[in-house]
């Protein structure tokens, strides 16, 4: 299989539990990584503990990819956890910079890059591909909204990919995490009911993927809480501070 965001802790977990799930192991892990000596002791660590090939792809996809690194590799899964959740201060969302980067990694740079394995899926007639959206993305809030919309454009595009890929023999797997407890969350003041750890996450979505489900919640309350928040009146919704 092939990581994108293999520093994402939810990556981490997730392939932990695919590989003690599974006696037979993959032939090769492909942890496709920004912060390269960070994700070499993720790579250690599967090949002690799972004596497991890994490979590590150095790759920023703020800038130019360089597909031709993909031409060699052969697989059937593509899990997507690559995220930036950036500054949502009001000084944050003024910064040009910081909402180029969030636009960037959450949807502009991932695109391209999964319609590449997308199309090579296709051409085998199998594969699947699991993306994480958010939650975020399925209003807009004060609170994230430039995350959210980045987020929203991704779950879009998931939903479309899908659609086009079931008559082709792919399947795509949309998930929607909630609140999570993880190194892009440190400080920031998550209420403990709400927040998943990234444990339970890869088992929610390792399960969902042996089902082939579509689109997931890692936590259902999600769906009860966004699903008020999406029906709220917009001449209400626009005064709350959310």
């Not at 990584?33 to 002791?41: G, K, P």
């Not at 969302?93 to 997308?118: F, M, S």
């Not at 998931?158 to 659609?163: C, K, P, T, V």
């Not at 709400?194 to 999600?222: C, D, E, M």
């Amino acid at each position: 299989m092939i990581i994108l965001g293999a520093t994402s802790d939810i990556s981490q977990a997730f392939i932990d539990k695919v590989l003690s799930e599974n006696e037979k192991k993959y032939p090769k892990i492909y942890l496709v990584t920004s912060s390269f000596d960070e994700t070499q002791r993720l790579a250690r660590h599967l090949q002690v503990k799972y004596k497991q090939d890994t490979e590590v792809i150095l790759m920023d996809i703020t800038q130019t990819i360089d597909y031709s690194v993909f031409d060699s590799i052969e697989t059937d899964l593509l899990f997507c956890a690559a995220g930036f959740l950036g500054k949502n201060t009001e000084e944050g969302l003024y910064d040009a910079n910081n909402t180029e980067k969030i636009i960037q990694i959450n949807y502009h740079g991932l695109v391209p890059i999964i319609n590449y394995w997308a199309q090579r899926f296709e051409k085998v007639g199998k594969g699947t591909i699991i993306g994480l959206s958010s939650v975020a993305g399925l209003r807009g809030r004060q609170s994230n909204f430039i995350y959210g919309s980045a987020k929203a454009g991704f779950m879009v595009y998931l939903d479309g990919l899908r659609n086009y890929l079931y008559h082709r023999g792919v399947h795509v797997m949309t998930v929607l995490p909630g609140f999570m407890s993880t190194k892009m969350t440190v400080g920031l003041p998550l209420p403990k009911l709400l927040t998943s750890s990234p444990k339970k996450a890869a088992q929610i979505i390792y399960k969902a993927y042996n089902k082939k489900r579509n689109k997931i919640y890692v936590s259902g309350i999600w769906w009860y809480i966004m699903t008020v928040i999406r029906v709220i009146p917009e001449f209400i919704f626009k005064k709350m501070r959310m």
